[in-house]
């Protein structure tokens, strides 16, 4: 096994609340990966809202938490939660850095034929997970949430710069892009969808962005969420975060001008 990854043990659920018992799944319906830099604190809220959201309808999934090496006591967390009973799996990348990379890393774990990206924060809800998932199974390659469309909504407690940065970056990628809220970071995906596009190698935290972008899938839905504040823990939006965006959305920019500029090529190129 490898020296960061802290292995999988079946038993039995965290979830007090719950009357049946988990084991983890030979063949998961459902993987959920969230990225992690100091989010100890709210892993265990995490797993037990999971676990109540998905208990009666998707009994066999597994979470896979990709960590930066924190070193704020997630590894002791997890194998507790573990030993409890949740279906969870810690990935701990000693030298890597990133949300977006540790998404990637995530995806070469998972085990299921859906995938569901979600931020550990607690701003999304377990009970989105649900919706994003019953998209992809009423045929959507792509289900992405939204803040903004009719349903959607973000915690009252939201500043007014959180709120401005986000219009701001979304207006940037609406050229590239035409959905409602590009910046979110909650969204789920085929399994097949990854190896149908162009290689991905994001900078900084908006996977979601690239992956619509160079995998182009051909059924995309979005889905009303409510995105809540973050309650315990420190936020990772820095200078340093936007200087990143920038840095990525430019990248996209010139792989959509060469990709728009080979389609248009090719039928001159055949005479």
């Known amino acids: 096994m490898d020296p960061g990854t802290v292995g999988m043990i079946p038993g039995r659920v965290l979830d007090p609340l719950e009357k049946g018992y988990y084991k ?12 992690t830099y ?13 676990t109540a959201a998905l208990s009666r309808e998707i009994p066999e999934w597994e979470l896979i938490v990709v960590d930066d090496d924190s070193r704020d006591g997630i590894v002791e967390k ?7 009973g949740a279906p969870l799996r810690l990935i701990v990348r000693r030298q890597a850095r990133g949300l977006a990379t540790a998404v990637i890393e995530g995806f070469r774990h998972a085990r299921a034929p859906v995938w569901v990206v979600m931020d550990a924060d607690l701003s999304h809800r377990g009970a989105d997970i649900l919706k994003l998932y019953r998209a992809i199974g009423a045929g959507a390659e792509f289900a992405i949430g939204s803040r903004y469309l009719p349903g ?34 909650f969204f789920a995906l085929r399994r097949s969808l990854i190896n149908q596009g162009s290689r991905l190698s994001p900078v900084g935290y908006k996977i979601g962005l690239e ?43 010139r792989y959509e001008w ?5 389609v248009f090529c090719r039928p001159l190129m055949r005479k």
């Open 152 to 185: 959607g909504s973000t915690d009252d407690r939201w500043t007014v710069y959180r709120f401005l940065n986000s219009q701001v970056a979304s207006l940037m990628a609406l050229p590239l892009i035409s959905v409602s809220d590009p910046m979110s970071g």
């Open 24 to 35: 983890m799944p030979a063949r998961p319906m459902l993987s959920i990966i969230t990225p």
């Open 78 to 84: 997890c194998s507790e939660l573990r030993r409890q």
């Open 211 to 253: 992956i619509m972008l160079k995998c182009r899938p051909g059924i995309l839905e979005e889905i009303p969420i409510h995105f809540r504040t973050r309650v315990k823990g420190q936020s990772k939006l820095s200078l340093h975060q936007q200087l990143l965006y920038l840095r990525h959305i430019a990248s996209l920019y």
């Open 38 to 50: 100091r989010e100890a604190v709210n892993i265990n809220a995490l797993v037990k809202e999971i």
């Open 258 to 262: 060469r990709r728009r500029l080979m």
